[in-house]
């Protein structure tokens, strides 16, 4: 499966945003869904997850009651609602999957645990 994220672009603090990771190839419904960005001069972060079918959830503290993670497998889509962006949310978002049947005890929240990448889409919160 081929992800492709998108959807960012430059917004005031105290905006939203949604990121879309789009799959292709092969069915997303056998893969947990995570978000993770990258900061300039900083590592790659865990922001989001979600399971195979949408009914578990994870998110980073730093993100909690802000970020909503959701995926439609109709549409072999994810999506990432960011709401009440600050400055610190500037990143490149990624949007990855990691396969259930090697992630089958735990929502995996490190890096990786993702076999599967999109390429990243720039989000910049201005102040």
């Known amino acids: 499966v081929q992800l492709q994220a998108s959807g960012g672009g430059l917004v005031q603090a105290g905006g939203s945003l949604t990121l879309s990771c789009a799959a292709s190839g092969r069915t997303l419904n056998i893969y947990h869904v995570g978000w993770f960005r990258q900061a300039p001069g900083k590592e790659r972060e865990f922001v989001a997850a979600t399971n195979w079918n949408g009914d578990t959830t994870n998110y980073a503290g730093s993100v909690e009651g802000r970020f909503t993670i959701s995926r439609d497998s109709a549409k072999n889509m994810a999506y990432l609602q960011m709401d009440t962006l600050k400055p610190e949310d500037t990143a490149v978002y990624f949007c990855?999957?990691?396969?259930?049947?090697?992630?089958?005890?735990?929502?995996?929240?490190?890096?990786?645990?993702?076999?599967?990448w999109g390429q990243g889409t720039l989000v910049t919160v201005s102040s």
């Open positions: 990855a999957a990691a396969d259930v049947r090697t992630n089958f005890l735990a929502l995996p929240i490190i890096a990786s645990a993702y076999k599967l």
